[in-house]
């Protein structure tokens, strides 16, 4: 089995920051791409972030210049640092990843962490 669990998350106001962490355990042979997305309620989840294995990024654009994800393939963790944070921004953010485990290629799910961003 593989678990993602997410931390970091919190009550931040406009202009603050925060940064979040996934970590992937179990039974992992390898992991892929990692990403970040994010849910508003009444909203569909939308890609935040993502990075290749071989540290290749690409952002939502209303992130570019405030997020930044980045790796740390020997903990099997991924990271998303966020400044400058908006109201707009606030929402559950989820951790994914593409692991190859038990033979065969697959996403996982993080259970989520609350992000919420007011004054």
């Known amino acids: 089995q593989v678990h993602l669990v997410e931390s970091g998350g919190g009550l931040v106001q406009p202009g603050g920051s925060l940064r979040l962490s996934c970590a992937a355990s179990?039974?992992?042979?390898?992991?892929?791409?990692m990403a970040w997305y994010r849910q508003a309620p009444g909203k569909q989840r939308d890609l935040v972030a993502h990075?290749?294995?071989?540290?290749?990024?690409n952002y939502l654009d209303s992130v570019k210049g405030r997020f930044t994800i980045s790796r740390e393939n020997d903990k099997n963790t991924v990271y998303l640092q966020m400044n400058n944070l908006k109201p707009a921004d606030t929402a559950v953010y989820y951790c994914?990843?593409?692991?190859?485990?038990?033979?065969?290629?697959?996403?996982?799910w993080g259970q989520g962490t609350q992000v919420t961003v007011s004054s």
């Open positions: 994914y990843a593409n692991i190859y485990s038990a033979l065969q290629v697959r996403g996982y």
């Open positions: 179990g039974n992992i042979f390898s992991i892929y791409t």
């Open positions: 990075i290749t294995s071989g540290g290749s990024t």
